[in-house]
């Protein structure tokens, strides 16, 4: 059975997957780098350290019943978005073990971005991968991004993106992880967050912060610092946090939903792996697709799916 090998590395995580083109399903391994307690997140030359740690592992887990003449493709995550100047030195390392592992099998060998690879596994898991053919909107909200974009097909790229709207400050993960390390959690703090919030027993009332489709979320981080020294209980203060990012989100889709017209929404990242974001979020938009949790953190799924449409040519 042909299959499509993924490679991604992230600042969050090492991950393989593969791709089988035969019954479209998945095999993935991750691993989250490690940050030590207390720190927001590691330095380029750490990440790529523990990449090269933990990138064999993955693979050995992912490719193991698998032989190299069925390798179709291997494709890498090369950067984090699909625009000049967008490079993070973390990405060299899946990159360059694409390209030696297509090398030695004769596999061919396929870029793409970090963040395509997310939309890609959002498509995936929403079943909605014929939206690679049409115009959609698409949320990438991480640790790095929070980002509206408008997608269209691309002959190349597979998907273009045009961006629509972003955060002018803080990014949505960012946000989320400093007010959870605030509150004593260990980064990355989505999980532990989503699960404190879930204990709230008094919300605020929110008022997102938008210029036109952008954001700025620097606020909700001071406000919750404000919120601890004024001794309300970490509970109050994590599901202000998500009722912030929520309303945030659900701003900039109205506005793009004006501004393009009614098409497809499609919501990846790792922000968008929290239930009380997404069950809010639903609810105002029903038809809006998401990532399954364990795709909408960072992974290798939509890089092995970018090769196999590659390849395939659909």
């Not at 991950?15 to 691993?31: G, H």
Request: proline fraction near 4%.
């Amino acid at each position: 059975m042909p299959y499509f090998l993924g490679i991604d590395t992230s600042n969050y995580t090492t991950s393989a997957a593969i791709f089988r083109s035969e019954d479209c399903s998945i095999v993935q391994a991750k691993k989250l780098l490690p940050v030590k307690e207390g720190e927001l997140g590691l330095r380029q030359s750490d990440a790529v350290f523990h990449h090269t740690r933990q990138l064999p592992e993955m693979v050995e887990q992912v490719c193991g019943q698998y032989r190299p003449e069925s390798l179709a493709a291997v494709t890498a995550s090369a950067r984090p978005r699909n625009m000049e100047g967008s490079y993070m030195p973390c990405f060299l390392c899946g990159e360059g073990f694409a390209r030696s592992f297509g090398a030695l099998t004769g596999a061919p060998v396929y870029t793409t971005s970090h963040q395509i690879g997310h939309i890609l596994a959002a498509l995936y898991s929403a079943q909605r991968l014929d939206l690679v053919n049409q115009r959609s909107i698409a949320f990438h909200v991480s640790g790095g991004t929070t980002d509206c974009l408008l997608c269209e097909p691309d002959p190349e790229l597979l998907i273009k993106v045009t961006e629509l709207g972003s955060s002018l400050d803080l990014k949505a993960g960012q946000a989320v992880d400093r007010v959870g390390v605030m509150l004593g959690l260990r980064f990355p703090c989505g999980k532990e967050l989503e699960r404190l919030a879930e204990k709230a027993d008094r919300h605020f009332k929110v008022k997102a912060v938008l210029k036109e489709g952008s954001c700025c979320l620097s606020g909700v981080e001071n406000k919750c610092r404000s919120m601890l020294e004024n001794g309300e209980k970490p509970e109050n203060i994590a599901a202000y946090c998500l009722d912030f990012i929520t309303e945030t989100i659900l701003g900039m889709t109205g506005w793009a939903l004006e501004k393009c017209g009614d098409l497809p929404l499609i919501y990846a990242g790792g922000v968008m792996s929290d239930q009380l974001i997404r069950s809010k979020i639903i609810s105002r938009f029903p038809e809006a697709g998401f990532a399954a949790p364990e795709l909408s953190c960072d992974n290798a799924v939509g890089t092995a799916i970018f090769g196999y449409l590659k390849q395939s040519g659909e």
